[in-house]
C-alpha cells in the first residue's frame, strides 16, 4: 500500500463520517421529504461515495498517484459544504 492509497482511504472514512452528520442533523430541507426520499437519498448517497472512494483507490493502486490529490479536493469541497449545512449558513 503506498502513500497516495492510504490517504484516500482516510479521506474516505471522513467524507463517510462527514455524510452521515449532514444526514443526522435534522436540517429542514432534508426533514421536509418524505420519509421515503429521505431513505433513497441516504442510499444514493452512499452509493455514490462509494463509488468515488473505490474508483480513487483502483486508480492510486494501478499507480495513478495524482488522484490522492483530487480526491482530497473532493474532500475539501465536501467537507466545505457539509460545513455550511451543519452550521446553519445553508
Known amino acids: 500500500m ?3 492509497t492510504l490517504l484516500i482511504f482516510v479521506l474516505g472514512i471522513a ?4 455524510g452521515r452528520a449532514v444526514f443526522d442533523n ?12 429521505q431513505t433513497l437519498g441516504r442510499r444514493a448517497a452512499l452509493v455514490s ?21 483530487a480526491y482530497a479536493l473532493y474532500t475539501a ?9 451543519l452550521s446553519g449558513r445553508v
Open 15 to 18: 467524507n463517510f463520517a462527514v
Open 77 to 85: 469541497v465536501n467537507a466545505g459544504a457539509a460545513w455550511l449545512i
Open 49 to 69: 461515495e462509494f463509488a468515488v472512494l473505490f474508483f480513487a483507490l483502483l486508480l492510486s493502486v494501478e499507480g495513478w498517484p495524482g488522484y490522492a490529490f
Open 2 to 4: 503506498n502513500w497516495a
Open 26 to 37: 435534522g436540517h429542514p430541507l432534508l426533514v421536509r421529504l418524505p420519509p421515503r426520499s
